[in-house]
């Protein structure tokens, strides 16, 4: 696929606006396809595209705290899941249907059909795109108690998977390799002693 210039490529929202629509059919002659947004999402759609890995870099995402709006609408639908079963299942159970709905898994969700016609319109991914971050992960973290979490499985906040990928990726001539080593093989307790030596 040839590089289209920045101003012929569609916005990455789910609903790109009628005007950017129209100009990309009349300077390409044909509709968009998923690889001709614009980055992150052009990577996202040339992988669904080509079924394989590529070899250009994948594109930085900038990951935020969760959203207040789309973390809200998540809670709400688990929330209704959990009318008919435990915190816990209600969780495993969206994320299955999710999973299913996407496209991601070939296993049917074994949801009523009642239950997924909620969820179906309910379930907005536009706000989630708008405002990327590990959701699902931030669910966890947050609801820890009772039956919740029951396998205790917490995850690592991205900020600090992202600090250590910089830490672990940075120029050698930047940063002591003895310093970097300490670093990412010890974690917190690391930071904050090295914090209050120096």
């Not at 490529?9 to 129209?22: G, I, M, N, Q």
């Not at 992150?40 to 994948?58: D, F, Q």
């Not at 309910?122 to 108690?145: F, I, K, T, W």
Request: charged share 15%; glycine share 4%; hydrophobic share 40%.
């Amino acid at each position: 696929m040839a590089a289209l210039p920045a101003r012929h490529l569609l916005r990455p929202s789910p609903t790109p606006r009628f005007d950017d629509l129209f100009e990309f059919l009349l300077s390409q002659g044909r509709l968009p396809k998923l690889g001709d947004a614009r980055p992150p999402w052009s990577y996202c759609g040339l992988l669904l595209e080509y079924v394989r890995l590529l070899t250009e870099p994948i594109p930085h995402l900038e990951y935020a705290t969760p959203h207040p709006t789309p973390l809200k609408a998540l809670n709400r639908c688990i929330d209704h899941l959990a009318c008919r079963e435990g915190a816990w299942e209600a969780f495993h159970l969206f994320v299955n249907w999710l999973a299913w709905m996407l496209g991601v898994s070939t296993t049917p969700s074994t949801l009523s059909d009642t239950l997924q016609e909620y969820l179906y319109r309910n379930v907005n991914l536009g706000p989630l795109l708008e405002h990327p971050s590990d959701y699902l992960g931030a669910m966890l973290s947050d609801n820890r108690q009772g039956s919740w979490n029951p396998h205790a499985f917490f995850l690592t906040p991205h900020a600090v998977c992202e600090m250590m990928v910089r830490m672990t990726l940075m120029p050698t001539s930047t940063i002591c390799l003895e310093h970097l080593s300490q670093f990412v093989w010890h974690g917190y307790r690391s930071l904050s002693s090295h914090h209050h030596k120096n």
